[in-house]
């Protein structure tokens, strides 16, 4: 199973918008904050705007800032923004398949994809409970003092 | 996030070979039940009995059986045989790099992942408390008759 790295970057984009309090920073200035491809951080950041999360700051070129308070942006919001909503387990029906689709037995939800598709609720309970807020508050306060005055 | 197709295959061959109760099936036959690439399915399979949950039966010619009683199969042991034990999000120390990586306050583990790696023991462990044994309880005992009546 396999989660792309555009999760990470965007996690801690938003964490140092939360940090900024409203002031913009540049996908320009991330980039280099954090040693990513601008382009990179770009198409993240995109991600953010589409779902909600970020916006482009209002008179500003090139600036973001967070959409909505951190305490209200879940790591599952994150997630699903930068991923996608798609479930990772996909079912294929092969049960439905070959000769086994021609037994004319099966009805209902395989209790195999039931079973995958509970453990990835379980996942995504767990992601939705968390918010940038907290991660922000389980973070050392020298971290914030330091990042805020580097890119302010 | 995504997981490949191996998985819901490696699945329902599991619990074929728990309904067949120790009679040998060979990756030809599933592949027609199942309408997959033979190849495709004899891949999945090796991975299942290189991971110690199914074996190539003995004084049989490519024939497969379930090394061990499918309720000490869990659903994360076929999962981690398919996909490998590696988490779905890979912390890159993201915070470590560039300008941020100079900030020189950074110490412990990542708070970021480790939420994500909470989220990521939750998954393991819902799949980890549901095994094969359950699955086949969950399924119709016609279907298990029906797939029987057809595979010896």
Redesign the interface.
């Known amino acids: 199973?396999?989660?792309g790295?555009g999760?990470?970057?965007a996690?801690?984009c938003c964490?140092v918008m939360h940090w900024l309090e409203g002031r913009p920073v540049t996908s320009a200035q991330l980039?280099?904050?954090?040693?990513?491809p601008p382009a990179y951080l770009q198409k993240t950041l995109r991600a953010l705007v589409a779902d909600g999360i970020a916006q482009a700051a209002r008179g500003q070129s090139g600036g973001f800032v967070l959409a909505r308070a951190a305490g209200a942006i879940s790591?599952m919001d994150v997630?699903a923004a930068v991923?996608g909503r798609?479930p990772?387990?996909?079912?294929?029906e092969?049960?439905s398949?070959?000769?086994?689709?021609s037994?004319?037995?099966?009805?209902g939800q395989c209790?195999?994809?039931?079973?995958?598709s509970?453990?990835?609720m379980?996942?995504?309970?767990?992601?939705a409970a968390?918010s940038i807020a907290?991660?922000a508050e389980?973070?050392?306060s020298?971290?914030r003092e330091?990042?805020v005055a580097?890119l302010v």
């Open positions: 199973m396999k989660m790295k999760v990470e970057a996690m801690h964490l980039a280099e904050f954090f040693g990513l790591l997630v991923e798609s990772a387990f996909r079912c294929e092969i049960r398949a070959g000769r086994s689709g037994l004319g037995a099966r009805s209790a195999v994809a039931h079973a995958m509970r453990a990835e379980a996942y995504r309970a767990a992601l968390e907290d991660i389980r973070t050392g020298v971290v330091r990042t580097t």
